[in-house]
């Protein structure tokens, strides 16, 4: 079995698409979401990619898929799996084979938000376990304060769709191996190669050497698989493969999926030419029962930023001092504006280019003569008005605080004006927990329809 794998807006070239066209493939696979770039997609703030770039990839897979007559199957759709998500890139699929002519055929639409009576029932009946790392507590009243929560689920939905003649699936939040596993897995391919060719192809290309958005293609056998990419401007190496199982995860070798863990602590990576990686040796233990993690994001405030470079030679060789007195002096003018307010207001002043920048928040001396440093300040309240009020006093006070010369301020560089950014409402995540399923296909809705060029 072959495939190849995307990750929708990213791109990859036209000279790709005609190589693998040209090959006999099972499924065109791609993954659209992360929650990498924060809670502002799952809050409905946006995307990483917008609709033109979105539209510019599914284009070309959805033309190819449909001309080879094998399935595409999109994961984590709109960024974040929200429904609306999911809806937006229904929209795009139906518009799209409108305006190519395509034969009519089957799309299905998973849903993974989660409904919160469901979330609360399992809370209070212990069937939500933290998971590792930061720790976050977790009660009715979260997620009564959730802005959207979705479940992330696994290959069973997509499989489901799958059985029942889906041309192309349009899930919500996926784990981005199930995407890639779920018609493998149907096709009867061992579990331990179907996962993790899987988990090597969430990213596409880049696990290539250079690293690069592009096509990755992804040839399973009994006990093994290949991976390379359809460009001669990158290829595989067992390094740069390898290196990806180090890409958010805390453990190498061993990734959890809803129904079970891949275990790849004895997988072996070889040339299999110059440009082609062999992969063997990766386990795949299925769990006792099913899990579906959970993300959810809550509102944090208002946001209000500032921002300034500073070449100054006589600041930056006295900055952790000048920082800490500057601190001082903006704390001492908020509290005497705002008085028994000042405390609702969360200020935090990061510097960039200080020191080696090990720690943002505590620069090392700047050991260079005539270096800049640049730094931010950034402000989250319960109201834009309070935020923006701490911001001014912060930008105004780093624009003129004194340095060692005798006389005279210090001179910033502001890089926007006004020199006050309001950014409106910001988010942040409330939920690190994973959810107990009475069945693989809980908490998803499955919805089917016929696409015909014309539809809307």
Known sequence: MEYVSFFVGAGYGDESMA???????????????????GPYQLAGLGTIFNEDLCRHDLRRALR?????????????????GSDEGVDWFARMVREIAAEEG??????????????????????????????????????????????????????APIMTALEAGADVVLAGRTTDSAIFASLPLLEGCDAGVAWHAAKVAECGSAIAQPARPDLLRVTLAPSSFDVSTLTPQSRCTPWSVAA???????????????????????????PADDATVRISGAVFEPAASPTMKLEGVERAGYQSVAMASYNDRVLLETLPDWMKALRAEIDTKVARVLQDR?????????????????????????????????????V????????????????????????????????????????????????????????????????????YEEVAPGAR
Not at 110 to 133: F, I, N, W
Not at 143 to 149: A, L, Q, W
Not at 258 to 267: F, K
Not at 343 to 372: H, W
């Open 19 to 37: 190589a693998a066209e040209a090959r006999d493939l099972a499924f065109i696979g791609a993954d659209a979401g992360t929650i990498d770039v």
């Open 64 to 80: 190819a898929a449909r001309r080879k007559d094998i399935p595409f199957v999109v994961g984590s759709c709109g960024g974040s």
């Open 102 to 155: 395509l034969a009519p055929f089957t799309m299905a639409r998973l849903y993974a938000e989660v409904d919160r009576e469901l979330v609360k029932a399992r809370v209070r009946a212990g069937r939500l376990h933290r998971l590792a790392g930061v720790e976050l507590p977790y009660d009715d009243a979260a997620v009564d304060r959730s802005t959207r929560i979705v479940g992330v689920m696994g290959v």
């Open 244 to 270: 990806h199982q180090l890409y958010e995860n805390g453990d190498p070798t061993c990734f959890v999926e809803p129904t079970g863990s891949l275990r790849t602590g004895d997988v072996v990576y070889e």
């Open 342 to 378: 000042a405390g609702a207001a969360r200020l935090t002043i990061r510097t960039y280019g200080a020191g080696d920048g090990a720690d943002l928040f505590a620069p090392e001396q700047v050991q260079v003569p005539g270096s800049d440093v640049f730094l931010l300040a950034d």
């Open 380 to 447: 989250v309240a319960p109201t834009q008005a309070l935020a923006t009020t701490v911001a001014t006093v912060a930008w105004h006070t780093m624009a003129h605080f004194t340095t060692g010369w005798t006389v005279g301020f210090v001179t910033a560089a502001w890089p926007f004006n006004p020199p006050v950014i309001e950014r409106g409402p910001v988010f942040r995540f409330n939920v690190n927990h994973a959810m107990e399923l009475d069945h693989p296909l809980e908490g998803v809705r499955i919805d």
